[in-house]
């Protein structure tokens, strides 16, 4: 009982304090550019914190730690991918990015891309949204999973109430807050994270007696392909499946709940600062959560279900109230991740699909949008189960190739043509829905850069260079 009260009592505690963030929004919240960017007035902590803790979640806390538990010593080629995503980001994207959205007026990922790109700009629009609603759909049900697996367990519990429970407290203060909501909630659970995932390595490897004596017992605890630095694989097929483990990182610069951060970040010194920390808080979570997943089989008996490797790992290490607080409160940013995702697919639908830029009317659809998503993720958390790793992966990839090219290209040349900006865009996102079809290639490197390059191929060609722009203003 102990443990239960620990959980609960921060979990109130907790969400007490979202809600109050909601409220306090709220009266920040005067037009749809407040409610969807923040009017471009976000600072560095804010920026960098909130943009890598939307990015990550239940991913990066039970997913990475659930890939090294089971992968063994090949799980390490993932953290230098995605640190080197979050280097690209904050040194060459956020820059230009965010110069590129002052002068455009952009208040949406959709509407810069779509600008400028003639008789296609409906079209660009209408095929971006779907990417989104799609993709996200899956994104928030791997969070909502997340959630209601540990909920149902921690309480006994069953999933249906589980879920829907924490389904409900995210929808109020996204509702409520908006951008602001979402990004000051998710700096907080980005700050309990990062302290999570100091705290928990530390402490596993004090109990094993430090760095070297995990690395000893690895050897003994993984066997065979685990303890092999590219797994199963050799020659050409190790090098295909290093590069697609690192190319998860590939796909930063195309997540719209990321990219809007850069967006709606204040000024280039606030981007200088932003990038030492967001770049930091990387390192720290990613690495840290591969420590976890080591040390979760060295000191303790199989898991049945490793992404509860981290949860389980706590409960050993820590007694019963710090483990309830511990997990608790992590569980409590797993769940609310959600609320990123829930509102660029508002500002999808609304803003840009029905073009509600009215302050009443546009926020009231964004907040229908905001429960509707909210309806159908829950269904597919329920019905249509996956583990966490996979199905964030996949909305990952979808969106990175959908619009990482294009956005890239967008901030060198200023101006696509319409045609190959539309064809850039869908070429990226079907390919990825198609290629998951088929049997994956180790590290699944063809699903993941195959997308992405050809997508950019095409944007490159379709580009129009700033100086004929120029002129031709």
């Known amino acids: 009982m102990e443990y239960h009260h620990a959980v609960l009592a921060t979990l109130v505690t907790y969400k007490i304090i979202l809600i109050g963030i909601g409220l306090w929004s709220n009266k920040r919240n005067h037009s749809t550019q407040d409610y969807f960017i923040g009017s471009h007035t976000l600072g560095p902590w804010v920026a960098a914190v909130s943009s890598a803790a939307s990015a990550s979640s239940a991913w990066s806390l039970l997913g990475m730690s659930g890939a090294a538990y089971v992968?063994?010593?090949?799980?390490?080629?993932?953290?230098?991918?995605?640190?080197?995503?979050?280097?690209?980001?904050?040194?060459?994207?956020?820059?230009?990015?965010?110069?590129?959205?002052?002068?455009?007026?952009?208040?949406t990922l959709t509407e810069l891309l779509a600008q400028d790109t003639g008789k296609y700009k409906r079209a660009i629009t209408l095929l971006c949204s779907f990417a989104i609603i799609f993709a996200f759909s899956f994104y928030i049900a791997a969070q909502f999973q997340a959630a209601g697996k540990t909920f149902a367990s921690t309480f006994d519990m069953s999933m249906t109430t589980s879920v829907v429970l924490g389904t409900t407290i995210i929808l109020?203060?996204?509702?409520?807050?908006?951008f602001w909501a979402v990004s000051i909630t998710d700096t907080l659970q980005g700050l309990l994270m990062a302290a999570t995932s100091i705290i928990l390595p530390v402490v596993a490897l004090i109990t094993l007696g430090g760095p070297l004596e995990l690395w000893a017992k690895i050897h003994t605890a993984f066997s065979g392909d685990q303890l092999n630095t590219f797994g199963a694989h050799s020659g050409m097929i190790a090098l295909?499946?290093?590069?697609g483990l690192m190319g998860i990182g590939l796909g930063n610069c195309g997540q719209p709940h990321v990219v809007n951060r850069l967006m709606a970040i204040k000024s280039q010194d606030a981007i200088k600062q932003g990038r030492i920390i967001a770049i930091t808080w990387a390192t720290v979570v990613y690495g840290g959560m591969v420590i976890v997943g080591w040390s979760a089989k060295v000191l303790m008996d199989p898991v049945a279900d490793q992404e509860q490797a981290f949860f389980a790992l706590t409960s050993h290490l820590f007694p019963p109230v710090i483990a309830g607080i511990i997990i608790a409160a992590v569980l409590s940013a797993i769940m609310s991740t959600a609320d990123s995702q829930l509102l660029v697919s508002a500002s999808a639908l609304s803003y840009d699909v029905a073009n509600?830029?009215?302050?009443?009317?546009?926020?009231?659809?964004?907040?229908?949008?905001?429960?509707?998503m909210c309806i159908v993720s829950t269904l597919i958390a329920l019905y249509a189960p996956e583990d966490i790793f996979t199905r964030v992966l996949f909305a990952w990839n979808a969106l990175g190739a959908a619009f990482g090219p294009l956005v890239v290209v967008r901030v060198c040349s200023q101006s696509i043509k319409g045609e190959y900006a539309l064809m850039a865009i869908a070429t990226g996102f079907f390919l990825t829905i198609g290629l998951s079809f088929l049997p994956s290639a180790p590290g699944d490197y063809i699903e993941r850069l195959l997308p992405f390059f050809l997508a950019l191929a095409i944007a490159w060609l379709g580009r129009v260079p700033q100086q004929k722009t120029q002129m031709n203003g």
Do not use: D
């Not at 109020?172 to 908006?178: D, F, H, R, S």
């Not at 295909?240 to 590069?243: D, E, I, N, W």
């Open 71 to 107: 992968m063994g010593i090949s799980a390490a080629w993932i953290p230098p991918g995605i640190i080197l995503g979050y280097v690209f980001n904050w040194f060459w994207l956020a820059p230009r990015l965010q110069r590129l959205t002052q002068e455009k007026k952009s208040v």
């Open 172 to 178: 109020i203060y996204t509702l409520l807050g908006g």
């Open 240 to 243: 295909g499946f290093v590069l």
């Open 356 to 372: 509600l830029k009215n302050h009443a009317k546009g926020l009231f659809y964004s907040r229908l949008t905001v429960v509707l």
